[in-house]
């Protein structure tokens, strides 16, 4: 049994060799912290219509990033957009916006913008 062992380590050992380098050669990707969006605004406002547009995030090489809009009743949207339409249906409150990288589904600090409605009129702060 202890040469079975010794011969399954022996073929492993470049493989993990291999793996341990290569996440040693990528230091900056585990330190890698995904950027909040900026300039998070509303903009087309209007009678149950209007849009929260942001920055675009400039994603690492090799990596692509998209956003969360999580909503005021908690349902999260994904978009690669960096625009979100504001729901027909009021859903006054808070929006929280995250840039999300694809390599590892990392996300950012929440950027907040707040929606009301008033008489029908979207309205952001």
């Keep these: 049994m202890g040469l079975c062992c010794a011969l399954l380590a022996w073929a492993a050992a470049p493989a993990l060799a291999a793996f341990v380098g290569s996440v040693l050669a990528e230091s900056s990707f585990a330190s890698y912290t995904v950027p909040a969006p900026g300039n998070v605004r509303c903009t087309?406002?209007?009678?149950?219509?209007?849009q929260i547009v942001l920055d675009p995030v400039t994603p690492p090489s090799g990596a692509t990033i998209s956003y969360d809009?999580?909503?005021?009743d908690g349902r999260v949207v994904n978009s690669a957009a960096t625009s979100y339409s504001l729901p027909a249906v009021s859903l006054i409150g808070s929006y929280v916006v995250q840039a999300r990288l694809s390599a590892g589904g990392w996300r950012s600090a929440g950027v907040t913008i707040n929606v009301t409605n008033v008489a029908g009129v979207y309205i952001c702060a």
Excluded: A, C, D, E
């Design 69 to 72: 809009i999580t909503q005021p």
């Design 44 to 50: 087309g406002l209007g009678v149950l219509r209007g």
